[in-house]
């Protein structure tokens, strides 16, 4: 019996040792698994730390492009990504770095990478994806305008040709809603003609008109405007159907900032820095309740004394004590048809009216602009008293009309350069006739940041396709 106890105490102790064994085993298998679990998850949790890091800086630098426009992306700052992205908990423990190079045969393409990397780590990850600039014109077409634009009688204007892609997309004018932009009548028929040096073909004008006829008119220039960007409109005729694209509609315009780089409200500043020297003038500074008579006298004469960039305050009465001596001049009432050659020059209206009683010819580029220190009434006020002295207005029935205009001229108007009215709740009207011509050679030199205003700045979007990782 005794040896039967022995021989089942030692059974016992056996199977005890061999389930303590298996229990260990089971229990230390199960703890490597969890380590192997935990040390799993911190490191997908790092990568995507770092994965969040690299895109949010990726984010970041494609803002910086975006508010920062007319800086190319290698000369941006991205600086600040670091601190905009990272929680203040990961800084000094996570690295990004941020950089911009161009692609290589592609002048419009930059390459955006973001680099996240572990301080004491070797995590990191890289992420890529392009962006791309496209340079945007402060003036793109003849006419850009925030207020409602009326060409009231034959027009004839030859385009920007504005080339994409080897295709001319032509654009005639920019309008902050194409439902304020009216083509009516001052004559019989009256036409919108847009001119290239094919003019138009069927299909691009109504049924019935007179296309031998009209090609008289519209060939110009020496560039054809691609299919689909080139208007043509006839009071009378299915008005409105064969408008196209070169009307462009920007409703978030912002004609001041493009023009010169700060908001309108630094409008003082501007005027102060940009239009004082040897090759600026100031017109009636600070007087704006004090139209200024014979205006096209006093533009002429700053020009003449070496000004390119002329501002006025207040309203522009385009009338001359000698017509004769306009000729040749910015502002020519003599020999309005011709267009000028090497006439580079910047005429700012602030607060007030531009008004001409009669055929004027304008040379470079035109901005009026309001500021809302002066009432709208106050300027059209200016405008119908104006109107009075040519005898136009010659009772209140006659001078209603006037009393929402902000830009007029009775007559014909040959522009040679650009048109830029910003003066929203007021009209800007041409009546009569237009002939103009989109010149950039009239105003590029100074709009740039040598010649004291700064460029439009440029478009960016994100490439589509081109993220790597």
């Known amino acids: 019996m005794k040896r039967v106890s ?11 040792v061999l389930l303590l064994l298996i229990g260990s085993y089971a229990f230390f298998e199960s703890a490597d698994t969890s380590l192997f679990l935990i040390k799993r998850f911190q490191n997908t949790l790092a990568a995507k730390k770092l994965h969040w890091a690299a895109q949010g800086g990726l984010e970041c630098a494609f803002a910086v492009n975006k508010q920062n426009t007319g800086v190319l992306p290698p000369l941006q700052s991205y600086s600040d990504c670091e601190k905009e992205v990272l929680p203040v908990g990961e800084r000094g423990r996570l690295d990004l770095q941020v950089t911009a190079s161009q692609v290589s045969g592609s002048p419009s393409l930059y390459n955006l990478e ?23 014109s402060v003036m793109p077409g003849i006419f850009k305008t925030s207020s409602m634009l009326q060409l009231t009688g034959d027009f004839a204007l030859l385009p920007n040709k504005n080339t994409k892609d080897g295709k001319n997309e032509c654009i005639t004018m920019v309008v902050k809603d194409k439902h304020n932009f009216v083509h009516s009548d001052s004559t019989a028929n009256s036409k919108l003609i847009i001119r290239d040096n094919d003019g138009y073909s069927e299909g691009q004008v109504p049924p019935g008109v007179d296309l031998a006829a009209l090609n008289n008119s519209a060939k110009l220039g020496n560039f054809s405007c691609a299919p689909g960007y080139q208007s043509f409109n006839m009071v009378g005729t299915r008005e409105g159907e064969y408008l196209a ?30 239009f004082t020297g040897s090759h600026a003038a100031i017109i009636n500074k600070d007087n ?28 522009c009465n385009l009338g001359s004590s000698d017509k004769p001596a306009t000729d040749g001049m910015p502002i020519d009432l003599n020999t309005p048809a011709d267009n000028k050659a090497d006439m580079e020059v ?16 304008i040379s470079g580029l035109v901005y009026q602009f309001k500021t809302g220190d002066r009432a709208d009434s106050a300027m059209t006020a200016d405008m119908v008293t104006s109107c009075e002295k040519a ?31 910003d003066m929203p709740d007021l009209v800007f009207e041409v009546f009569g ?27 960016v979007k994100w490439k589509e396709g081109t993220w790597r990782d």
């Open 6 to 16: 022995r021989t089942l105490g030692f059974l016992t102790l056996m199977v005890a």
């Open 114 to 136: 973001s680099k996240a990397s572990e301080s004491n780590g070797r995590g990191k990850r890289n992420i890529s994806k392009n962006i791309e600039v496209t340079t945007k």
């Open 245 to 274: 694209n070169d009307i462009d509609e920007d409703p978030a315009m912002d004609m001041f900032k493009d023009l010169f780089g700060v908001t309108r409200d630094k409008w003082k500043e501007v005027r102060d820095s940009q």
């Open 288 to 315: 704006t309740g004090v139209m200024v008579e014979n205006c096209a006298d006093k533009i002429n004469e700053a020009y003449k004394n070496g000004a390119k960039r002329i501002w006025i305050d207040g309203s």
């Open 346 to 361: 910047m005429i700012v209206v602030r607060d007030g009216i531009i008004y001409s009683a009669g055929q004027v010819g």
């Open 391 to 421: 005898g136009f207005c010659s009772s209140s029935d006659h001078s209603a009309p006037y009393k929402n205009k902000a830009f007029y001229t009775h007559g014909a108007l040959y522009a040679f350069g650009g048109l830029a009215v």
């Open 433 to 459: 006739s237009l002939w103009a011509e989109y010149d950039i050679s009239k105003w590029q030199g100074i709009i740039s940041p040598g010649g004291g205003a700064t460029p439009g700045g440029s478009a």
